[in-house]
């Protein structure tokens, strides 16, 4: 008996031995890729996200806002004025179930949705109005406005130029509308931009819209139970992710059509009954935020880092011109392909101007940033806002939920995992078409892509692979370049389809189905 257990506390203290050791590996490995990562990756990361000379204001932002504002204007604010037939195209008024195509107009909207709506809904608004004040909301809500523009223009393109293969499946996106649509106006260079995008894509699936994500849903869900190891999130993550994609679209847009409206009205809801709560504060807050955009009410940057800010925000969290939602909308199911471009533009609205807008609103309405009572202006300690509790990013927002009701952060924290699970499950349907553009078609080969995929998830709630993610940021940022740039040479073709469906519209060709 006395060496039974001698061996279970040998086997035992081993055990532990191991443990350690393992943990002390797994730290050296992170902290080798970290060093490999940033050594070879760092100057791609530092070109995407580089300043304009003497300003803290990223180029590749810019790039965006003056793609979407090119985009409102060539098309003449068609943001508005198909605001409401895009509501009735959600609905399904003019659908016709015999179109080729995988899903419906609302099952495309959502899955998109899926891909946008998540962290940086909630922490990076965080980020931006405790460094722009509440004037960064005036400029986030304008970008997200405009961004519409962008949107609509890509996811156009996506469904014309999409394949449409005998098993009733689509492949669409920026990677075969920079092919045929270049070819198509006999322009030069469409196929190597579309290889360019592909990559781009892929390595942003894998990294931003993957490991990022398992890795902030991990420390999330620690958060509230207690630290354990990021692996077995991982696990769980990748179990649950692999059982909805490995049924394709179809499934993915079952899930997402379910999870991305729950998850979006508990959202504001919660933010909602804060307001009402603050009913009071709410003239104040809108004051502030109008204020603050023209003044910078004595934040750090003034009204030049309230601009930055919002529109920083709006760009990385709509990614408008980033072409990754095209992917998304190509799926759907119509002859028409301006319908799901107007479709798509309500993806930012939801996103920046409806959401985002909430997060901010919330942040600013409960109190959270000081303000000096002798002159009125918030306090900047730091290049930010001081706030209470000396909390920023997601733990601002959690403290401006958790200030209304005890109970909110809770509700925050399965947000946030909703949102990382629906992002993950998006964006490997956009990693995954990118992979079969450049490797074909084939169940075996999507099959492989679905299995790294989710080993990735793995990876990326039990690492700390700080680089990694900088380096997969930067390589979505670095699809909206080549898709931005394809979109300018295509965007006639848009406005040629966008004068036929409105004048077919006007005249009554074009009827509702319901």
Known sequence: MKTI???????????????????????SVDETVNEIFAMSTGWFVSLIFSPFPGTSFPWIVGWLVVAATIFTLYFAFI???????????????????????????????????????????????????????PGATFWMILAGLMGMASKFTECTLGVKYRNEYADGTVSGGPMYYLTKGFAERGIPGGRILAVLFAIFCILGALGGGNMFQANQAHQQIAGIVGDFPGWITGIVFAGVVFAVIVGGLKSIARVTEKVVPFMGIMYVAAAIVILAVNYDKIGWAVGQIFDGAFTGLGVAGGFVGALIQGFKRAAFSNEAGVGSAAIAHSAVRTKEPITE????LLEPFIDTVVICTMTALVIIITG?????PATGNYIVEGGKIATVGGVSGVGLTSAAFESAISWFPYVLALAVILFAFS??????????????????????????????????????????????IDFSDAAIFAMAVVNIIGLYFLMPIVKRELQSYMSRLDSGEIKKFK
């Not at 609302?106 to 998109?112: D, P, V």
């Not at 471009?341 to 798509?344: A, E, M, Q, R």
């Not at 959270?368 to 000096?372: E, N």
Request: hydrophobic content about 50%.
């Open 423 to 468: 992002t993950m499950i998006s964006w490997s349907y956009y990693g995954l078409k990118a992979w079969t553009y450049l490797f074909g078609e084939g169940k075996s080969k999507e099959v492989v892509f679905k299995v790294i995929f989710c080993v990735f998830v793995i990876i990326g709630a039990a690492a700390n692979l700080g680089p990694v």
């Open 341 to 344: 471009g107007l479709v798509s």
């Open 368 to 372: 959270q940033m000081m303000i000096d």
């Open 79 to 133: 943001q508005f004025r198909g605001f409401s037939h895009a509501i009735s195209l959600v609905k399904g008024d003019y659908s016709d179930p015999n179109d080729a195509g995988e899903v419906s107009h609302f099952q495309a909207l959502a899955t998109a949705l899926s891909g946008t709506v998540g962290l940086g809904n909630i922490a990076g608004v965080a980020v931006a109005v405790g460094i722009g004040g």
């Open 5 to 27: 257990k001698g061996w279970i506390s040998t086997a035992g203290a081993l055990l532990a031995l191991a443990l350690t050791s393992s943990a002390a590996q797994a730290a």
